[in-house]
């Protein structure tokens, strides 16, 4: 009995007089939604600019709150590592950075040239960050793209992962977590892509907007280049990663009138193979669209047209695909196909010894393209509406 | 601690031995053929009692033989005293009605054969049991010339009528309660089970009090070493007093110190007799509508008797309801304060920046918040059941008023933590028979959830679960049957099978006689109509 | 008898698959251990019958002495010198507890409470565990049962939940290696398993042993069923690179859990859930631990020595390694696979020979 009551005393008293472990209450955090990486420009140091939350600002509920209010704060540290410049942070903010709702990561492209592995591991390391951020590199200063406004949301970063996730209606973003990345980054025989992001419009810094698209293409852990929207499609492609989008074509009947094509589904297949010492990889993509739009006035819906349309989209397609394979391994030399891993899947053994020259061996590859891409609706009206 | 134990028990049979003095030992004592000598005992007895009556007049219209009658008023039904007691005794008896010559000899077994017109008369022979009789409401008379009294079954005294319990509210059942009144209570199990098999084994519990208690039990489906330790916990008990079922039970518990009742309780004679027929003993105590039932099992707080008169369907849900709501009564506050101080990455983006913002306006932790609202919620809930109806209506107006709106309002607490005491709050009720442990769990997980989030919650849960594992009611594991699991049993846990498929009483406690009814009994068409 | 409880197969079975399973979904970094590849995931299938060779010695040990735990047959079998042996069974399971409750300690520091002091893992699950202890055996299996369905189902939702993220590529190619190195990933796998030398302590408290090897291949099975899923959902969504750098896996793995937009990092949910089956872990093998303690210094009564064992726990628990580098170095395959063999094969091996030799207890016909 009285041992029974010591104990009891005991654990009361070391649950209640913990004093400071881990408790932290929601009015003593800042929470992050936004982390941007550059080079300091003054030091040899890193620059951190981070997104925070005003929640009094952003309520949602209770009509007191002003909507004139700005929802975020940004502000910059510096620090000779990630972390560093975190807690040197809080030397402005009165609490301490809270980095699980943080799901964007922006780093400037300064940063990205010289290497990003390192300045990724803080994300990857800490048990706090989301492995499910998005990675984002700025077409410049990653500090520009925390610091910019959204029209529509309060809180820009959430816009950025709208962008990012509405991306997907034209597949010309590619859409790269820090997980993927960072599995990317690891695994020989695959290179890196990331979302790019960027700040499009004139006049003043403040009025101008982000723009989520095209791609960043790394080599190792450095950014070697950047894919525009066709390319990025492309890339898309060749992953199987395209859901939605529009194919423009030249109507067959009149040829200087458009068509809007729809992606409705589409998927491919890399096979490799290897016959004496010689890599031949081929890429089917396969698609499935719909007839969208059309600028001419030339009924389309007969077998013949959709034929020449079904052909003309699968040569946009190619050309697409064309494009990215032509830059990145004539011109960067780096595998963001993941070819490798596809080589190392069928052919493990062979696979061993070309892993260490993969580098090498891959601009040297014969890369076969071949689409089959097929039309299914014409939409509700089967042909345009004459003009008389 | 053994010292003050010590002194406990040796204090405590010093009090014995006083009490012992106190109440005048007559035990066994014989009575008297000489009536002066035992209405002067009676007398004494009764010195200073103003409701004991005793009442002197004689028997015969020839031979008067001196009597006196003693009985306690309020207890008695007066009209039979006077009608069926005093008027027979007094006015009609003559020869002509007795049919012989009445005298000391033979007056009491013509008196108890032919006079009296009540129908449980008994003979006694000794002080203490004619003293027992008087106080439990029967009438005693005392004939001069003979040492055996006779005792008159006049037991009658204003009693609450059958009315509708106010505990277990339902919408489709018998509405009837227990009363206060054992009788009563009997007739009303009686009425459910007409078996022979039903026995009612009667003993008297409580040196002053000397309440009577009745151990009831279905012979041939109750396990037989049960009813035999029921009996052996209850003559242990060896007090002053048995007022309410309250006091048997913590006398009679396999873990006393537990926060979990292991007696259950009912005030529905339905669901008492329903108990007794899977197995269970139930004890019925005077002066009570509590009726308590062993073994008592942790499934058994969320099994409502309406479970088995709605659709099986419906009583399912409403089963895996009350779990559910017994998690959140007793998690609910734990886990606010652990995912607003530890684990804010679980909430949902939209609901952080909320909570943060309400909790900005705040200025205590919101672990003080949570007890702070808690301890003013259990204030005004004991406040609403103790008051006088009228008064807590107001005592609820007040408290939504005072809690809901204004303590946010004025920045006290935050909204959130309003909404999760709200629902805790309500979420208790669903599951109101082990409502005082989670109360009690409740502020023990919010400690817990205060120093170490969801960890200190968890292994916290984890000891309980621990505690509720070990525990034994009579001898059967307390949380049978989900752990010892038993199949069969589970049809009657997080659901509730229809009647038809439920063949067998509870494993654990009807394992003497385990089949209820016959295999096969689904209700089919006629084949024979098919045919037609 | 010390213990005057009886459990069933079924509670036997399931205090086994959680005492080997959570180490599994929270401390264990299984892809740091061969093959190191995609191959993984067929050395976890084949674990079952690794798990079922491995029991043998301990298996037939137990059955031959049938009334009496490995500790207190050492003694019947080798004698006085027996007391050595029942010494080194006593030392393996305190000092597995010990290492549970490190392990426990280390996954919550690390993940969830870095700023807290791990004494306070460690102290307050042996503290509660010492109160299951106290309980008996038939308490930690009731908790065990109640637990294990819900971890089981907890590890299928997290299956469903992810598989929107799982590449299913991730297992070619298949045999990339050759087939030896997936046999020692099997081999390593079983021998991490020191239940196994619970199968001759809880033996005599089984009520029916005979039947306790159906039930034991049934739980080997299940073990491997959920190591592969687990293996599986690991290397689908991180990749074999990654997976091999990141402890704590299918922690990681259950944080990328991501439901709609608003049910992310339900981690921690799944953490709660497995506290109560680390709870058993540590509460089963302190059990075994007190339980040979007593026999071993043929006590009446296990009970006074509880918070004794709990404190030398404790204290070994923390001593044990400085941190975490040192305490994987040590719990790393080349080292405490052989470390647990040596108690779990090769001494319950040793005593079945010396029985059969001297013909000691029951013949297993």
Redesign the interface.
Known sequence: ???CFI?CLA??L???L?G????????A?S?VTAVGIDKSKTEEKIQTTFQI?K??A????GSSSSGEQKGVWTLSSTGYTIFDATRNATMQTDRKL?F??NKVIVIGEEVAKSGIAPFLDFFLRD??P???SWLLIAKGEASDIIKAKHEQENIPA?AIRGMIKASGATSTAVQVNL?DF??CL???GVDPVACRIELIGDGKQSDKKMCVTGAAVFKKDKLVGWLDRPETRGLNWVLGKVGSGIIVVKSPKEENKDVALEIIRAGSKITPEIRDGKITITVEIHEEGNLAEQMSNVQLTNVETFKELEKRKAQVIKNEINAVLDKAQKEWGTDIFGFGEAI???Y?KEWKELKGKWREEFPKVDIQVKVDAKLRTAGVSTAPSKVR | MKKLHRTLVHSSSNQQSESDQDIPDKKGEPLSKDIKVNFEKMQDIFANSSDAVIRRFEVGSDVKIGAFIVYIDGLVDREIVQLSLMKPLMVDINPTTVGCELNKKNALTIIKERILSISEVNEINCLQDAVNAVLSGDTVLFLDGSSTALIAGSRGWEARSIETPDTEVVVRGSREGFTETLRTNTALLRRRIKSPNLKFESMKIGRQTQTDVIVAYIKGIADEKIVEEVKRRLSRIDTDSILESGYIEEYIEDDPLSFLPTVGNSEKPDMVAAKMLEGRVAILTDGTPFVLTVPYLFVEAFQSSEDYYSRPYYASFLRTLRYIAFFISEFAPAAYIALTTFHQEMLPPALLINMAASKEGTPFPAFIEAMIMNIIYEILKEAGVRLPRPVGQAVSIVGALVVGEAAVSAGLVGAPMVIVISITAVSAFVVSSINDTTTIMRFFYMILAGSLGIFGIMIGAAGFLTHLASMRSFGVPYLSPIAPISTQDMKDVFIRAPWWAMHTRPRVIGWKNLVRQKYNLIPKPNKDDDNK | MLEDGKISNLQFICIFVLSRLMLTMTYLSYFKAPPFNQDLWLSALLSAPMHILFMLPAYFLAQRLRNMTAVQSAEVILGPAGKLVSALFVWFFIHRTAIILREFGEFFTSILYPETPILVFIGLTALFAAYAVKNGIETICRVAQIALPVILFSVLLIMALLVKNFDLRCVLPVLEDGIAPVIYGAFVIAARTGMILGIPMLLPYINIPGKLKNYLIIGFFVLSFYFCIIVLLTAGIFGIEQSKIIDFPFFYAVQLISVGDFLERIDVLFVAIWISGMFVHASTHYYLAVLGTAQLLKLKDYRPIVPALGIIIVNLSILQSENIVVFNKFLSYKVYTWYVLLFMVILPSFLLLVAVIRKKGADSR
């Open positions: 009995m009285k041992n104990i654990v009361i070391l649950v209640t913990n400071c472990w881990n408790r932290r209450e929601l009015d955090i929470i939350m929640p009094s952003l309520k949602t509920s809270f699980s709702e048990p706090e989301r492995r499910l959430k997980n960072a599995k690891s695994t020989p190392h899947r069928k493990p």
